[in-house]
């Protein structure tokens, strides 16, 4: 027969299992890995060939890139946890090219044939296509990125955001000189992304971007 104390023991025990087992189960998934789930998938119906949910794709899978931007101007990711990602799915992005020239087509199309809210929004694709290359670094799908850069387009870009008075938003980094860049941000310290290269944007006080 066991003792109390050995009754005790096997209780404290149970507990301690079955608070590991609670743990275990309400441990969230880290965001990045939800973001990065959400780009495999996205890449893969990019490949599909009906050319409209193609499209609707790559729309998704370049978001992506704005995603993280935001995750890691959060503080709560950093670029380098995406680039063994970036890595593995890079020549399926080069697959995916028509995809690609679908959506850099869409966002010329939108930027220079819309309104204001229009040309926020292509601002912000280029931020994310400039993301992007940054990440596919050094990769089969480098090349074909930096093929769509054109410097006479991000003039375009530029005067525009100067224009309709368009700040970069707190997750572009201030390499992105397309945007507008409000003086105090400007004279703010640059807090680097080793990894890549990437910096994050500092924000206001108080600010809720």
């Given at each position: 027969?066991?003792?109390?104390?050995?009754?005790?023991?096997?209780?404290?025990?149970?507990?301690?299992?079955?608070?590991?087992e609670h743990l275990q189960v309400i441990t969230?998934?880290?965001?990045?890995?939800?973001?990065?789930?959400?780009?495999?998938?996205?890449?893969?119906?990019?490949?599909?060939?009906?050319?409209?949910?193609?499209?609707?794709?790559?729309?998704?899978?370049?978001?992506?890139?704005?995603?993280?931007?935001?995750?890691?101007?959060?503080?709560?990711?950093?670029?380098?946890?995406?680039?063994?990602?970036?890595?593995?799915?890079?020549?399926?992005?080069?697959?995916?090219?028509?995809?690609?020239?679908?959506?850099?087509?869409?966002?010329?199309?939108?930027?220079?044939?819309?309104?204001?809210?229009?040309?926020?929004?292509?601002?912000?694709?280029?931020?994310?296509?400039?993301?992007?290359?940054e990440l596919f670094r050094d990769t089969p799908?480098?090349?074909?990125?930096?093929?769509?850069?054109?410097?006479?387009?991000?003039?375009?870009?530029?005067?525009?955001?100067?224009?309709?008075?368009?700040?970069?938003?707190?997750?572009?980094?201030?390499?992105?000189?397309?945007?507008?860049?409000?003086?105090?941000?400007?004279?703010?310290?640059?807090?680097?992304?080793?990894?890549?290269?990437?910096?994050?944007?500092?924000?206001?006080?108080?600010?809720?971007?």
């Amino acid at each position: 027969m066991r003792s109390l104390s050995d009754l005790d023991g096997l209780v404290r025990v149970g507990r301690r299992k079955l608070g590991e087992e609670h743990l275990q189960v309400i441990t969230p998934v880290p965001m990045i890995d939800e973001i990065l789930e959400d780009a495999d998938a996205a890449l893969a119906a990019a490949l599909e060939p009906q050319g409209r949910e193609r499209l609707g794709a790559m729309r998704r899978f370049m978001h992506v890139f704005e995603r993280i931007g935001r995750e890691v101007a959060s503080g709560n990711a950093t670029w380098a946890q995406a680039r063994p990602w970036a890595l593995r799915a890079s020549e399926r992005l080069v697959s995916a090219k028509d995809a690609l020239a679908a959506w850099e087509t869409e966002m010329a199309e939108v930027f220079y044939h819309g309104g204001e809210e229009e040309a926020e929004c292509a601002l912000s694709w280029r931020s994310q296509h400039a993301l992007a290359l940054e990440l596919f670094r050094d990769t089969p799908a480098r090349d074909l990125l930096a093929s769509q850069d054109d410097e006479e387009v991000d003039e375009d870009f530029r005067k525009e955001a100067e224009r309709i008075g368009v700040d970069a938003p707190g997750w572009v980094p201030r390499s992105h000189d397309w945007w507008r860049w409000p003086d105090w941000r400007l004279q703010r310290p640059v807090v680097a992304e080793v990894a890549t290269g990437l910096d994050a944007a500092a924000e206001p006080p108080g600010s809720g971007r």
